[in-house]
């Protein structure tokens, strides 16, 4: 079973939508409906508040912190429609850089892998993605769009672990996960094979699996209809199979660092972990509930 080893008093005024460690994990993010972002220093067990980030004008939804070797950088994004990054030196934070490309709530965001350089994508309300990129060379910032990705609305967006060809998956109000990649002109399409039907409901998150090395490739969805389904491709085509119907609406996905463990979180505010054994089938191995956490 899974312990509840800390927990911890943000001082968040409203609902808190995420909370994220860095790289090393030294660092905790947390942001809230009261459009702030807070920082603590993490150490021997203990978080330490140490920087409050204000500049959203609206609830913050979600974080995302680059690779160390870019520095300490962090993403959030806002149902006001922006992207801001952040940036620490030498203790101080400052805003890097305001994206405000888009028409709607900005509801995801997420970093490539380093080795593509620094690039962001970001899932938005109006129904586009973008990709931020930072061209070190001019010392700005380069923008791409694809502007028609989900009916309705982009939730989730989520970046291939693999280092050769940017790709991405995302997933929206359309009941859609869909896979994107570059063509030979740089331009971002859809891929053939690459629009996965399952969904009755809207995806709420997406999740590519870190590469363990396999010739297979996973990504994990949740959706409003209750279920996670956990896609494999192993050639050229994508396998769907439901891991789960909850009871509830499913909110998040998250895979482990050796991408053989996911995390489930939904509305029946209960965190469970699923891993896949030697025949292919998901097997729930622990679940705690936010009761427990309260009480442990």
């Known amino acids: 079973m899974v312990s509840v080893q800390s927990t911890v008093d943000t001082g968040h005024e409203d609902m808190v939508h995420d909370a994220q460690m860095d790289y090393y994990g030294t660092k905790l993010a947390t942001c809230s409906s009261d459009r702030s972002i807070k920082i603590f ?8 508040h140490v920087a409050d980030l204000k500049g959203h004008e609206g609830p913050v939804w979600q974080l995302a912190w ?4 870019y520095g300490t950088i962090l993403a959030s994004c806002s149902y006001d ?5 952040w940036r620490e030196d030498r203790g101080s934070w400052s805003q890097l850089y305001n994206h405000t490309c888009h028409d709607s709530s900005v509801n995801s ?12 994508a970001c899932g938005s309300s109006d129904g586009s993605i973008s990709i931020l990129k930072y ?9 791409e769009k694809i502007p028609t990705a989900h009916y309705i609305g982009c939730n989730a ?8 060809k940017k790709r991405l998956v995302s997933g929206g109000c359309d009941n859609m996960v869909k896979i994107w990649s570059q063509d030979e002109s740089g331009n971002w399409v859809a891929e053939a094979n690459g629009k996965l ?6 995806v709420r998150d997406v999740a590519w699996a870190p590469s363990i090395g396999s010739n297979r490739s996973i990504i994990a969805s949740c959706s409003q209809d209750r279920r996670v389904i956990i896609w494999t491709n192993e050639g050229s085509s994508w396998t769907p199979k439901t891991l789960h119907t909850f009871d509830d609406v499913v909110w998040h996905v998250s895979w482990s660092v050796s991408g ?22 998901w097997n729930c191995i622990s679940d705690v509930s936010s009761k427990a956490a309260a009480q442990g």
Do not use: C, F
């Not at 061209?135 to 923008?143: A, H, K, L, R, Y």
């Not at 967006?157 to 050769?164: A, N, R």
């Not at 053989?260 to 089938?281: H, P, Q, R, Y």
């Open 260 to 281: 053989n463990m996911l995390a489930v979180s939904g509305g029946d505010n209960k965190v469970s972990l699923w891993k896949e054994d030697i025949t292919g089938n």
């Open 109 to 120: 965001v997420h970093w490539a892998p380093y080795e593509h350089g620094l690039v962001l």
């Open 135 to 143: 061209i070190s060379e001019q010392n700005n910032w380069e923008v």
């Open 197 to 202: 039907e399952g969904h009755s409901d809207w």
């Open 157 to 164: 967006v989520s970046w291939s672990p693999e280092i050769g």
């Open 66 to 69: 680059a690779h160390p070797r």
């Open 81 to 85: 429609r922006k992207v801001i990054l």
């Open 41 to 48: 220093d993490v150490k021997d067990g203990t978080q330490t």
